[in-house]
């Protein structure tokens, strides 16, 4: 088997052919039922090349799996195409000579990745890099330095150089910056103030999801919370993290039976709590049907400034699909 390039540049698959498998299925055929997003053409390359094995020995497409057969793949992950500006509207809150601050959309993915090679912020941020290097023949290379899911709104931070980007970066490491969210929770918690714990890590039954783990089996995670108002079996809630995971708000919530409302991953986008009848089903229908993504906004971030030292803080407004929301919930659930 081919072995020149690194194993970051392989996707890895392992398979055992379960012992009540009918003869018959060719290698290219089965393997293609199982690995997402694989063309029988790509399958077929990759078993032509020798990046697949079948008990150990390079096989052919045509041959025909048996019970037992055990199958390793290693299928070569194309170069991802080249982000390019694209010209988009940004709502930016703040920017001086070293950083950008962001207000991001809640459809809005962050970085170009399989699916959305095109249209995300970084997209429309080296538009706005190539403009700025225009006017003061300086080279602006934006720099993401921290991350929201595409379904979260809210406050981003850009360095504009390399230096910043460091700092800042750090800050994220050493947990030197103060953020909040805001969340609309199905449920009341218990107490007004509150912090949830809990490792969280891949979900055992589906990959794509991240839940909360036993301890030492996924990443340390703190959660802090306060309660802004109270609605009919929901919750507006302020959000400090102590730390920072894949989803951890959204996990950490819906372990507690606390589901973000609107999330269609975590269970939030179905009525919870109270009845489902009449004009309250209908009402959350239309919640539903406007808002398509969770109610979780990043309301502000602060940090020491890289340049002079002052600590400084922005302020994000809530965008129209989330105020929606809650203009609803107050004038139907209090």
Not at 117 to 142: C, F, I, Y
Not at 258 to 277: A, C, I, M, P
Not at 303 to 313: L, S
Request: aromatic share 8%.
């Amino acid at each position: 088997m081919p072995d020149d390039r690194k194993p970051k540049d392989f996707t890895e698959y392992h398979f055992e052919v379960p012992e009540g498998h009918t003869s018959g299925v060719r290698l290219d055929k089965y393997i293609t039922q199982f690995v997402q997003n694989a063309s029988r053409t790509k399958v077929q390359k990759a078993i032509e090349d020798g990046y697949v094995t079948v008990n150990g020995e390079i096989e052919k497409s045509s041959y025909n799996m048996q019970p037992d057969d055990v199958i390793d793949i290693r299928l070569p992950i194309p170069p991802p195409p080249e982000a390019k500006p694209e010209e988009m509207e940004l709502d930016i809150v703040y920017e001086d000579e070293d950083l950008i601050i962001v207000n991001k959309s809640g459809d809005r993915v962050v970085h170009p990745a399989y699916g959305n090679w095109t249209g995300t912020l970084v997209n429309g941020l080296m538009w706005h890099a190539d403009q700025l290097s225009k006017e003061d023949e300086d080279t602006v290379r934006p720099g993401i330095v921290h991350r929201l899911d595409k379904d979260t709104s809210g406050i981003l931070v850009v360095a504009k150089n390399d230096e910043t980007h460091r700092m800042l970066s750090k800050y994220f490491q050493t947990k030197d910056i103060e953020r909040t969210y805001w969340a609309i929770i199905w449920g009341t918690p218990e107490n007004k103030k509150g912090t949830i714990t809990g490792d969280i890590g891949r979900n055992p039954r589906d990959r794509k999801l991240m839940a909360v783990v036993p301890d030492g089996k996924g990443k340390h995670a703190v959660t802090h919370y306060k309660v802004l108002e109270y609605f009919d079996h929901l919750t507006l809630v302020e959000i400090k993290l102590e730390t920072g995971r894949t989803h951890q708000i959204r996990v950490h919530f819906a372990n507690e039976n606390h589901w973000v409302l609107g999330d269609t991953k975590y269970g939030g986008d179905s009525v919870r709590y109270g009845s489902n009848t009449g004009s309250r089903r209908q009402m959350f229908n239309n919640l539903f049907a406007s808002m398509e993504r969770q109610c979780l906004h990043a309301k502000t971030l602060g940090f020491e400034h890289p340049r002079t030292g002052e600590f400084v803080e922005f302020d994000s407004h809530l965008p129209p699909d989330f105020k929606h929301v809650l203009e609803t919930l107050r004038a139907n659930c209090k």
